[in-house]
C-alpha cells in the first residue's frame, strides 16, 4: 500500500510514476477523499473544544445555582454533531484504505518504461538454445508416452487443468523440489519454512492478493480461507503486525508449496501440458530486509535463482521487466525465462521482485533501527523455481533421438535413475 503521506507530499510524482504503469492510474481520489476527511477531522476538533468549554461553564452555572437546560442541550446537540461527523470520516477512512488497496506499487525510478511485455529488455541470456538432429517433441507428449504425467486422468479426477503424476514422474517431481530446498538452505542461506497452505483474507490483503485478485483464487465456502497461490503469501506474513529489530535483518526464507490459481482472466492461454495449470509445485524464496540493503539482496535473490538452472545445465534468460508488465504490488521484477523447444522460445520460470515497503504497510511488518526508530521492512521474493514448468523443461531439453530422457546429473543422487 502506497503511504499517505508520500501522497501528499509528492501528488504529482507518485501520478508521474503511476501513469508509467498505465495512463489511466491516478491517486487524484485519494486526495479528494484526504482533503474532505482531514476537513472533517478539523471541524470534529472544533467541535470536541466547544464542547469542553461549554461543559466547564455548566460546571460553574451549577455552582451558582443557575439553570443549565438550555446550555446542556446545546451540548447534546454538539456531541450529536460529533458523532455524525465520525462517522463520515470512519466512512471516508475505509473508501481511502479501499482505493490505497486497489492501487499498485509505483514502479522503481531504474524499472524500463513500456507499455507491453514486447518492451521488456533482455538483461543477460546463459546458455545456448538446445539443438537437435531429430525432430523434438513436445512435453505433453513425451509425458503421455513415458507414463509420467497422466493428463487424461487428471482432468477426470479434477477438472481441466489438473495433472497427475506416475511412476518416474512423480519421482522427478520431487526430487526437483528436494534439489531446489537443499540448494537454497544448505548453500544460499535460507530458512527452510512449511507454512499452512490456507490463508486468511488478513494474510492475502497484506502480500496484494486481496482485493484486486479475488476472482484469481479459490475461495473455501463458508470461511475465511483461501487456497495460496503462492507461498509468497503465509511466508511473507509470517511476521504481520510484528515489530522486528534490524539486526535480525535480512532474513531469507524459502519454502516448498502447492500452489493454486484459478486464473480467471487467462483462458485460452497455453492448454496443453505443464505451462500453465490451477495446481502446480513451486519453491518460493522471500527475503524481508532494510530499505537500504533491499535493492543488492534483490540481486541476490534473482542470481540464487539463476543458479538453480545453471546446476541443471538449462538455457534461459533474464528480462527486466517494464512498467506495464510489472506485478502489482512489486516496483522492479526480473524474470527468468528457460528455453522451451515445443515453443522455439523462452517462456517464464521464476519472477524476482522487490516490494519496496509497499507490502510490508499492507501487514504492517515494521523493524526498529539502531536509533530505536520504528519503520517498514522491505519485502522481496522469487520462484526459485517453479517446479512443474521445470519438469517439463528437463523433459524436453534433454530427450534423446532413441526415445530417452537424460536426468540432470545433480538431480541423480534424489531420483535414483539417470534416464527415463
Avoid at 482432468?155 to 537454497?184: C, M, N, P, W
Avoid at 530422457?405 to 531420483?415: A, D, G, H, Q, S
Wanted: aromatic letters at 8%; a negative charge.
Amino acid at each position: 500500500m502506497l503511504d499517505i503521506k508520500l501522497i501528499r507530499e509528492n501528488p504529482e510524482k507518485i501520478n508521474e510514476l503511476l501513469k508509467r504503469r498505465n495512463p489511466e492510474l491516478s491517486i487524484d481520489k485519494v486526495l479528494e477523499i484526504d482533503s474532505e476527511r482531514r476537513k472533517i477531522q478539523a471541524q470534529a476538533d472544533d467541535l470536541r473544544a466547544k464542547r469542553k468549554n461549554e461543559s466547564q461553564k455548566i460546571g460553574m452555572m451549577k455552582k451558582n445555582g443557575e439553570n443549565t437546560d438550555s446550555i446542556q442541550e446545546e451540548v447534546r446537540k454538539i456531541g450529536d454533531e460529533i458523532k455524525a461527523l465520525e462517522e463520515k470520516q470512519v466512512e471516508l477512512d475505509n473508501a481511502q484504505r479501499d482505493f490505497l488497496l486497489r492501487t499498485p506499487n509505483i514502479p522503481d525510478e531504474t524499472t524500463p518504461v513500456g507499455t507491453s511485455e514486447a518492451d521488456n529488455p533482455t538483461i543477460k541470456t546463459w546458455g545456448e538454445p538446445t539443438k537437435f538432429n531429430f525432430t523434438p517433441k513436445a512435453h505433453w507428449d513425451l509425458c503421455e508416452e513415458k507414463g509420467i504425467v497422466d493428463f487424461e486422468r487428471g482432468v477426470k479426477i479434477s477438472q481441466s487443468r489438473f495433472t497427475l503424476y506416475r511412476g518416474k514422474g512423480a519421482k522427478l517431481e520431487r526430487a526437483i523440489i528436494q534439489f531446489f530446498l537443499d540448494l537454497h538452505t544448505e548453500e544460499h542461506g535460507y530458512e527452510e519454512i512449511l507454512p499452512p497452505f490456507m490463508a486468511n483474507a488478513a494474510t492475502m490483503t497484506g502480500t496484494g492478493q486481496l482485493p484486486k485478485f479475488a476472482e484469481d483464487m479459490y475461495k473455501c465456502v463458508d470461511e475465511d480461507l483461501y487456497l495460496i497461490p503462492t507461498a509468497e503469501v503465509p511466508v511473507t506474513n509470517i511476521y504481520q503486525n510484528e515489530i522486528l529489530n534490524e539486526e535480525d535483518l535480512p532474513k531469507y526464507m524459502t519454502a516448498y508449496t502447492p500452489c493454486f490459481r484459478r486464473e480467471a482472466g487467462s483462458a485460452g492461454k497455453d492448454t496443453r501440458g505443464l505451462i500453465r495449470v490451477h495446481q502446480f509445485n513451486k519453491v518460493e524464496m522471500v527475503k524481508l530486509t532494510t530499505p537500504e540493503t533491499s535493492k543488492d539482496e534483490h540481486e541476490k535473490l534473482t542470481r540464487n535463482a539463476e543458479r538453480c538452472l545453471e546446476l541443471l545445465n538449462l538455457p534461459y534468460r533474464r528480462v527486466a521487466l517494464c512498467t506495464a508488465d510489472i506485478g502489482f504490488s512489486a516496483n522492479k521484477c526480473f524474470d527468468l525465462e528457460v528455453w522451451l523447444p515445443s515453443y522455439n522460445t523462452y517462456k517464464e520460470i521464476s519472477s524476482c521482485s522487490n516490494f519496496g515497503d509497499y507490502q510490508a504497510r499492507r501487514a504492517n511488518i515494521r523493524y526498529r533501527n539502531k536509533e530505536g526508530k520504528v519503520q517498514f521492512v522491505h519485502t522481496l521474493n522469487g520462484s526459485g523455481l517453479a517446479v512443474g514448468r521445470t519438469f517439463a523443461a528437463i523433459i524436453e531439453n534433454f530427450q534423446q533421438e532413441d526415445g530417452t530422457i537424460i536426468i540432470p546429473e545433480v538431480l541423480r543422487k534424489y531420483t535414483g535413475f539417470d534416464k527415463i
